[in-house]
């Protein structure tokens, strides 16, 4: 018969190992999803430590791309996990989105169709209905503006042109790239 190890918390770590001082003395690239995730949950519970929450939330959404996708009810889903605890989550989830896009969109300039999908897979990738986006380009090839002019269902979308031309005007764009993606993964 195996008697199974006690949880072991966070404070039970020295203090060189725990997540926190690890970030503070090694840098954040040096710690785990896990460890990560650990830091900004804050705290586990009374039965467990905050890297076996981690980890749970890891295992949950089966590897850190998933929580990509999370939604507020199924971080709460989750035994262990409040509301404030998935909303500092999912807080966190949409500042790196907006950061991958920022780095993305200052002045992109496009040469060429895989330069197009480059400037549009990190957000087009992940959503789960049809969308239209189009982008407005510069005399430069330069982006200006993305927009999505339609969204519409798991795989199909209607479009009419002249709510394209309307911004393409409006911008004063010198040309346009017109985009969709196909969540169902099925291309027609």
Do not use: W
């Amino acid at each position: 018969m195996t008697v199974p190890f006690p949880e072991l918390m966070i404070r039970d770590v020295h203090v060189d190992d725990r997540p926190r001082e690890r970030l503070i003395n090694q840098g954040a690239q040096s710690l785990s999803n896990q460890e990560l995730i650990a830091i900004l949950l804050r705290t586990g519970t009374k039965q467990e430590s905050v890297l076996t929450l981690a980890n749970r939330v890891l295992n949950y959404f089966e590897k850190l791309h998933g929580l990509k996708h999370a939604t507020l009810e199924e971080i709460v889903s989750i035994k262990g996990i409040g509301e404030a605890k998935a909303v500092q989550l999912l807080a966190a989830i949409e500042l790196g989105r907006r950061l991958a896009q920022k780095q993305v969109d200052s002045r992109f300039t496009i040469r060429s169709p895989q330069d197009a999908a480059t400037f549009l897979m990190p957000e087009m990738s992940s959503l789960h209905q049809e969308h239209f986006v189009v982008l407005f380009l510069n005399v430069k090839n330069q982006v200006l503006h993305k927009q999505t002019i339609f969204i519409g269902s798991l795989n199909s979308s209607i479009v009419h042109p002249r709510e394209i031309y309307r911004e393409a005007v409006k911008r004063s764009a010198a040309s346009i790239i017109c985009a969709h993606n196909h969540p169902s993964g099925v291309r027609l």
